[in-house]
């Protein structure tokens, strides 16, 4: 199997074998709040999510998606020249409402004809019957994509970082969007307090057993104004180093399934608010030291990862 230029199987690779070119993402903001912040499943948020939920780069809530749309395109033609993007609805939980609202803010971003696929972050809590029927009916249209905030299969990670709900709860998810179509995409954080090397192989070797199409690894960042920083701030926990998070990653990937595309392999924490590891602000940085990585072993331009340890039976 060869994904172009790169030894693992890019969404940058993905998009140009089913779109014939570039796609990129367009951060929207549907105006929603959080089941984990309005006390229906809890009241604090997770431990990590900054106020703007997770969606610090996504447009204003306040204006319609046209405008957001129209906006988040201009800023990426000033850097070069797109004619393909993914609606992606990032802040908070993009499920969170009532499904009249949702069928609106959604068809509004599909019927833009350079938008090619809807992407939609989302709780395994909160795919109820009517939003599973409305997701069905969109992905009639174009292509929709649930992501889904998993960040770790453990259950105690999970009670400390307040997640508030258990792996089955997403495996029960992922079973259902499958069954109407949806691809799904999960949300990992590598690096949370008190997991090692073992734990975090473990969650990817669990996700290579389930039926997902995408995975986004992302760096544990320590926001201000965030109960992590408080924690932080109070015990010290270690955070990882740049040449500790590459061998890592690079781990993470040898034990994934090749056939799930890596939507990312670090963060963009806003600078403003991030406290650390500051080294990960430059996301081009991290980057260059991964792909300088896997050419000084050999992995590189067309050449497998020699150690594959997925799961074969997928
Ligand atoms: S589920 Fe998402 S938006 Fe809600 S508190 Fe957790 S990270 Fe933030």
Not at 48 to 69: R, T
Not at 176 to 201: K, S
Request: hydrophobic share 40%; aromatic share 8%; net charge neutral.
């Amino acid at each position: 199997m060869f994904w172009g230029e790169k030894p693992y199987h890019s969404l940058d690779y993905e998009m140009k074998q089913r779109f014939g070119e570039k796609v990129y993402r367009l951060s929207l903001n549907g105006g929603m709040t959080c089941p984990n912040r309005d006390g229906t499943a809890g009241t604090g948020g997770c431990i990590f999510c900054s106020a703007g939920g997770s969606g610090d780069f996504a447009a204003p809530a306040v204006l319609p998606i046209s405008e957001q749309l129209r906006m988040q395109k201009e800023l990426i033609a000033k850097k070069r020249p797109v004619h393909k993007y993914i609606a992606y609805f990032q802040a908070y939980t993009n499920t969170y409402a009532p499904v009249e609202y949702l069928e609106r803010i959604f068809l509004e971003a599909i019927s833009d004809p350079e938008v090619v696929a809807l992407s939609i972050a989302t709780r395994p809590d909160c795919l109820g019957d009517e939003v599973l029927a409305l997701l069905h009916r969109l992905n009639r249209i174009k292509p929709v994509w649930v992501e889904l905030g998993l960040q770790t299969i453990h259950e105690d990670t999970a009670r400390f970082i307040r997640r508030g709900y258990p792996l089955s709860c997403f495996a029960a998810a992922v079973t259902q969007l499958r069954a109407i179509g949806i691809e799904v995409i999960v949300h990992v954080i590598l690096g949370l307090p008190g997991e090692d090397r073992d734990a975090m192989l473990q969650t990817c070797n669990y996700l290579n057993t389930c039926d997902i199409q995408g995975i986004k690894l992302q760096l544990l960042h320590i926001l201000k104004h965030t109960d992590l920083a408080t924690y932080y701030t109070e015990t010290g926990f270690p955070v990882m180093t740049q040449e500790a998070y590459i061998t890592l990653l690079i781990d993470c990937m040898e034990q994934l399934s090749p056939k799930i595309v890596i939507h990312r392999l670090t963060g963009d924490g806003p600078g403003a608010l991030l406290i650390a590891p500051l080294w990960s602000q430059s996301k081009r940085a991290v980057l260059n030291s991964l792909h300088a990585e896997l050419k000084r072993r050999g992995t590189w331009q067309g050449r497998l990862f020699t150690s594959v340890h997925y799961d074969t039976q997928r």
